[in-house]
Each structure stands twice: as C-alpha cells, then as structure tokens.
C-alpha cells in the first residue's frame, strides 16, 4: 500500500509562485512513476505534469508548459511541483498520484494511477 499526502497549497496574488510537495510512504518511492493533477470546481479532473521513476523524463499539460516544474526526491521519498507565473485559471485543487508502471512510462490519464493522495488548495486572486 502506498500513502500520498501533499502540502504547499495556498492563496497566492497573480504573478506569484507555489512549490507543491507529495511525501510518499509504504512502498518503494523509486519504483513509481508520479504525477500531479489538479480539479477545479465543477470541472473535471486534468493532467497537470509527469514524471518517469527515474526523473530522467516529464511530461507537461500544455496549460502549464514553460510555468511549472515537476521533480522528485527519490532520498525523500517526495514528489514536488514547482509553480511560476500562477494565474486565476489554476485555481484547483492539486492531486498527486503514484503507479508502478513499467520502464520510463509517462500517464496522462487518471485511470492510469492507482494511488492518489487527498489534495491541496491552490488559490490565484488577482
């Protein structure tokens, strides 16, 4: 079993920046591939970012290319997304998720992942 839990949410002004943090536990952090997501209300849940077990590939939403970093610590068993240039439009709850896929595996889809934690709350004012 693994446990997901992120921490970084908060309220920032427009223009400003958030660095998201997932800290990982049960399993072999190194063995999966992660991912961050985000939902906003109403809406569906979106691909945001991922990232290979390795670290040695991402994938990017295209909403969010060029703003947003993913990483990891795999010492730290922590999944982290640094967020720049924020707007009113990422306004979300933000999801890590975490699955053992095989090789260098990036998944876009939310039924790709089997572990997912409970959320944080981003919130961009103007």
């Known amino acids: 079993q693994v446990q997901l839990v992120e921490s970084g949410g908060g309220l920032v002004q427009a223009g400003g920046s958030l660095r998201l943090s997932c800290a990982v536990s049960?399993?072999?952090?190194?063995?999966?591939?992660m991912g961050w997501f985000r939902q906003a209300p109403g809406k569906e849940r979106d691909f945001v970012a991922a990232?290979?077990?390795?670290?040695?590939?991402?994938d990017y939403a295209d909403s969010v290319k060029g703003r947003f970093t993913i990483s990891r610590d795999n010492a730290k068993n922590t999944l982290y997304l640094q967020m720049n240039s924020l707007q009113p439009e990422d306004t979300a709850v933000y999801y890590c998720?975490?699955?053992?896929?095989?090789?260098?595996?990036?998944?876009?889809?939310?039924?790709?992942?089997?572990?997912w934690g409970q959320g944080t709350q981003v919130t961009i004012s103007l």
């Open positions: 990232i290979t077990w390795s670290g040695g590939a991402t």
């Open positions: 998720a975490a699955e053992p896929f095989p090789s260098s595996t990036l998944a876009r889809g939310t039924d790709e992942y089997g572990y």
């Open positions: 049960g399993r072999t952090f190194s063995s999966y591939a």
